[in-house]
């Protein structure tokens, strides 16, 4: 740890818990509010040991509830804070995801998804995408970055930042248990020393230059009709941002008779399963979502404009799937769904599923 330094890019060996710290410390955060939970822990233990250095703080509150509504207060106070969970913490947070939507608070939470439902296991999963792309009682206007390596943990965290502070909607980085838990190398840097402006935060409820100028920040409506402007005017900064935010990989959809889809770190099984197929001259795509939240859907559906099958594959029942239905709702591609609620899915098991196709 000691030998750590953003000074310059440095080659490191970390776990993705490390990483996460790491890249908060190099976005200029300022505080977590957090509460600890399996396998999201040692995000704010790193914080800890790096806070001194660096200047920054850290609180510990009673619960995952006070974790997320500290931290709203924590952004409109002109701070850029950010906290983690996973699993049943994660459902705790939704109430504070849920205001930070309406009252457009730039809240970044850090998810390390693992086995669910209800306590279930501390390992791994991919059973929190529902939960995290449309948590709570609105629409879902957030933004979800799901990341498949430690590089990703890194710039995505930092992404997640710029974005939340941009586009005032809350942000989540969607990563899962085995990334937080596994070592493996990144490059660590400087963003500003890359040519990345980090977004400023500013005091949101001082905005104003007379003494009672103050920003009204709101949750609570009247009426129907109140609501449906707010609600539509945020439908509508979301659509904008939409364009601009989503994200996505694709290879070889172009010819494709088969296309993989996958996102976080399945999809490194599936590439490595698209590259051996490829390597033995099958017609096979692959196509990864980034964002979850907005979803590539106009993307998709381009990809799999020739293409014959889908081949969906995830560490869930089926809540991927509810997102390529909904995005690619009215094409006739077969959708084959490969389900693994709570446990790893490996390249071999990508090419062995391919090999049960009947093209």
């Known amino acids: 740890m000691a030998e750590v330094s953003l000074t310059d890019e440095q080659r490191v060996f970390m776990t993705g818990n490390e990483v996460v710290a790491w890249a908060a410390i190099a976005a200029k955060a300022d505080i977590v509010y ?14 800890t040991r ?3 250095k660096y200047g920054k703080k850290f609180l510990q509150t009673e ?49 390390q998804q693992r086995g669910g439902p209800s306590t279930a296991t501390v390992i791994y999963a991919q059973q929190e995408v529902t939960l995290t792309t449309f948590g709570g009682n609105g629409e879902g206007h957030r933004i979800v970055f799901s990341t498949a390596t430690h590089q990703e943990l890194f710039d995505y ?20 248990g085995y990334q937080a838990k596994m070592r493996e190398p990144l490059t660590i840097y400087d963003p500003e020393k890359r040519g990345i402006k980090l977004v400023e935060p500013e005091a949101l409820l001082g905005q104003g230059t007379g003494k009672t100028n103050f920003h009204h920040f709101r949750n609570t409506y009247n009426t129907e009709a109140e609501l449906y402007e707010v609600v ?9 941002m ?14 494709a008779d088969v296309i993989l889809l996958t996102h976080g770190i399945v999809s490194r099984s599936a590439k490595s399963a698209y590259e051996q197929l490829r390597r033995e001259g099958k017609k096979v795509g692959f196509f990864r979502p980034i964002t979850l939240r907005p979803f590539p859907g106009e993307q998709l559906r381009q990809a799999i404009k020739h293409a014959k099958q889908l081949l969906v594959a995830e560490s869930a029942y089926g809540q991927l799937v509810k997102l390529v239905q ?5 094409a006739t591609i077969e959708i084959v769904p490969m389900l693994r609620p709570g446990v790893g899915i490996t390249t071999e098991e990508i090419v062995e599923e391919y090999g049960k196709l009947k093209q």
């Open 34 to 47: 957090g509460y600890p939970i399996t396998p999201q822990n040692e995000i704010m233990h790193y914080w």
């Open 157 to 176: 965290t930092i992404k997640s930042f710029n974005a939340a502070w941009k586009y005032r909607f809350p942000t989540f980085v969607l990563g899962d």
């Open 232 to 240: 539509m005017a945020n439908q509508h900064d979301w659509d904008e």
């Open 63 to 111: 619960d995952e509830i006070s974790a997320g509504f500290a931290t709203a207060g924590g952004v409109m106070a002109g701070r850029k804070a950010f906290t983690a969970s996973a699993g049943p913490g994660n459902v705790l947070m939704q109430e504070s995801a849920s205001m930070a939507e309406m009252m457009r608070l730039p809240v970044v939470y850090v998810i």
């Open 50 to 52: 790096l806070a001194p």
């Open 326 to 330: 909904n995005a690619i709702y009215g």
């Open 242 to 255: 939409a364009q601009e935010v989503v994200e996505w990989s694709e290879l070889g959809c172009a010819d």
